[in-house]
């Protein structure tokens, strides 16, 4: 079954300190992956997807199929970091690319 | 740059009855998505359309119903209202079906 796991409801780091969000990936074609950022009471919005391989904010992500994972990492955290940040793959190159998320993990980026 | 728009941002609906929640995607994308996001909750597709067809269909129950129309705007329908439906209901919008989705705000809907 497609999945996605977060193991971290909640992260929370100081300012300044390195930030690793973890996600693992159950799928049995081939994906395509993405963050997602949600800032308090705003929209989800696209933070980073594989297939790019950008840095976007300071944040990046290497897809690895050995471990079928897909963490996000940011060496020194800020403030505005701070928000829920949601995992979700999709189905590459399929007829369908409905988002599968997964339940996200609160960083909390303390002053 | 323009974003989804949807409407209205709130809703507050009472057991049975009915409401409808609309999308208009971003100028020049084809395909929309609905997702339920229950409180505390991830995000749960609904349902999909691509050029004005159904193109996927998640978890909607039967009381819900979707469609675009040909402008690419989409409204999904809410019947028989339940305490459970209670949740923000995104939609998204891509230019094409395989490329990234970008979300409007949410209609927060509360069911008295």
């Known amino acids: 079954a497609q999945r996605v796991t977060q193991p971290e409801k909640l992260l929370s780091v100081f300012k300044g300190a390195p930030v690793e969000l973890k996600c693992n990936y159950s799928?049995?074609?081939?994906?395509?992956l993405f963050w997602y950022v949600q800032y308090s009471r705003q929209r989800l919005q696209l933070l980073l997807r594989?297939?790019s391989r950008e840095s976007i904010k300071g944040f990046t992500a290497d897809l690895n199929k050995g471990e079928t994972s897909f963490h996000l990492k940011k060496p020194f955290a800020q403030e505005e970091d701070s928000a829920m940040y949601y995992c979700?793959?999709?189905?590459?190159?399929?007829?369908?690319?409905?988002?599968?998320f997964g339940t996200g993990t609160l960083l909390a980026v303390q002053p | 740059a323009a974003g989804v728009i949807q409407s209205p941002r709130h809703l507050i609906k009472e057991k049975r009855e009915t409401a409808t929640l609309k999308c208009y995607p971003i100028?020049?994308?084809?395909?929309v998505y609905w997702y339920q996001q229950g409180p505390g909750q991830d995000p749960q597709f609904l349902i999909s359309?691509?050029?004005?067809?159904?193109?996927d269909k998640g978890s909607i129950p039967d009381r819900f119903s979707a469609q675009q129309f040909s402008d690419y705007h989409s409204e999904l329908n809410m019947s028989s209202l339940e305490l459970g439906d209670s949740a923000l209901y995104f939609c998204?919008?891509?230019?094409?079906?395989?490329?990234?989705?970008?979300f409007g705000d949410g209609t927060r809907l509360s069911i008295l």
């Open positions: 359309f691509y050029e004005k067809m159904q193109s």
């Open positions: 594989h297939i």
């Open positions: 799928y049995s074609g081939s994906p395509e």
């Open positions: 979700a793959l999709t189905e590459s190159g399929g007829a369908t690319n409905k988002l599968i």
């Open positions: 998204a919008s891509s230019l094409g079906r395989n490329q990234p989705q970008h």
């Open positions: 100028p020049r994308h084809d395909t």
